[in-house]
Structures are given as C-alpha cells and as structure tokens.
T-cell receptor, first 112, second 113 residues
Framework: KQEVTQIPAALSVPEGENLVLNCSFT??????LQWFRQDPGKGLTSLLLIQSSQREQTSGRLNASLDKSSGRSTLYIAASQPGDSATYLC???????????FGSGTKLNVKP | DVKVTQSSRYLVKRTGEKVFLECVQD?????MFWYRQDPGLGLRLIYFSYDVKMKEKGDIPEGYSVSREKKERFSLILESASTNQTSMYLC????????????FGPGTRLTVT
C-alpha cells in the first residue's frame, strides 16, 4: 500500500523567507503527484501537478520537483508572504489506478 | 475553469436521519470521489466512481452509500446518520486521460447531533 508522508507537520517562518516543504512516498510506481493548498474550513485548491515523466513544474513563486527513484517531492515557495499561510498537502496517484493517496499536510504560518 | 460544486457548505442533522450530499462537476470527468477529512486523520476516501452507475469502495465505506445516475453528479448518502459521521466532506473529480489532475469542491461541514 502506498504511504505518503509530509514533514514537517507545521512550519512558522518570517515573511520573505524561501522555504521547502517535503513529501515522500513508498511506492515509486506513480502516475502523477499533485500539490494542494487548503485554507481553514475550505476545500483543496490545486497548485501544481507533476507527471511521473517530469522532474519539476513551476507556477509563479512555486516550484515542485519530483524524484521518483527516491520517492520524494519538494514544494519550494520563494519570497513567502502572509497570504501563503495555509495547509499544504501532496497526493500521489498510482499508475494504472484511479486512487489517490494523500499526505497529512504541512501547516504553514508566514509571519508579517 | 473546472468547477466542482457541493450542495451545502454547512449542514446540521439529527442522529438517525437519512442525509444526502450532492456533488456536481462541469468538466465531463469520468472519475468522482467522496472523502471525509478529520483533524489528525487527514483525508480518507469513502467511495469513488469511474463511470455512470459504477462505484468502488474506498477505505471507510461503512455507514455510507453512493449514487451516480448521471456523469456530472455524484451523491453521498448517509443511511442513518450518527454522531461519529460529523466531519468535513469533500468531493473531487478528475479525468482518466491526460494529466489526471484532481479538482475539489468547497466542502460540506456536516454536524450530526
């Protein structure tokens, strides 16, 4: 069974800092990996999706990388802002399978 | 833009009531999913559907059933609501082909008293 782990569970940084969130998974036979943001009491918003054949994806200040062989993905947030405060989740989709496996999330607090 | 909508943002029901949660997507996606999210337990898959009238159990199907009569609509049914079903319920949809990205609705906060 695929296990997805996110470390750290919580992170507090001052505004302007560059930061890295980690996601690791146990089974490298994945179809894709998706990063989400969740604000309190809301649904999940898709940030970036990386296909298994890709190494990284970028959107604005966000960059996600994927290393399938080591079972790791990182989400890099440049020049963090208070508006980035949220919980960030990663999810992997198994190859030839419609099910997604979620990490438990990293709760980020960016202090003004 | 993909849109996934859920019938209610907040819902309060009594123990023993039959509860219907509805989800609608506008992207002609084959796959639709129901999750529940609880503090400390993360997202857990209840049921998913990969086609009209087709469904598969997720990790925690007990106490729930689903219905998919039309491609765009996926309903979650709590046959007899219990207090341990108080939770945030999230619906998602995604295509089989292409990127296979998953899109979420805004969630329904259900309280069973």
């Amino acid at each position: 069974k695929q296990e997805v782990t996110q470390i750290p569970a919580a992170l507090s940084v001052p505004e302007g800092e560059n930061l890295v969130l980690n996601c690791s998974f146990t089974d490298s036979a994945i179809y894709n990996l998706q990063w989400f943001r969740q604000d309190p009491g809301k649904g999940l918003t898709s940030l970036l999706l990386i296909q298994s054949s890709q190494r990284e994806q970028t959107s604005g200040r966000l960059n996600a990388s994927l290393d399938k062989s080591s079972g790791r993905s990182t989400l890099y947030i440049a020049a963090s802002q208070p508006g980035d405060s949220a919980t960030y989740l990663c999810a992997v989709r198994r190859y030839n399978f419609n099910k997604f496996y979620f990490g438990s999330g990293t709760k980020l607090n960016v202090k003004p | 833009d993909v849109k996934v909508t859920q019938s209610s943002r907040y819902l309060v029901k009594r123990t023993g009531e039959k509860v219907f949660l509805e989800c609608v997507q506008d992207m002609d996606h084959e796959n639709m999913f129901w999750y529940r999210q609880d503090p400390g337990l993360g997202l857990r898959l209840i049921y998913f559907s990969y086609d009209v009238k087709m469904k598969e159990k997720g990790d925690i199907p007990e106490g729930y059933s689903v219905s998919r009569e039309k491609k765009e609509r996926f309903s979650l049914i709590l046959e007899s609501a219990s207090t341990n079903q108080t939770s945030m319920y999230l619906c998602a949809s995604g295509g089989l082909a292409g990127a296979g990205e998953q899109y979420f609705g805004p969630g329904t906060r259900l309280t069973v008293t």
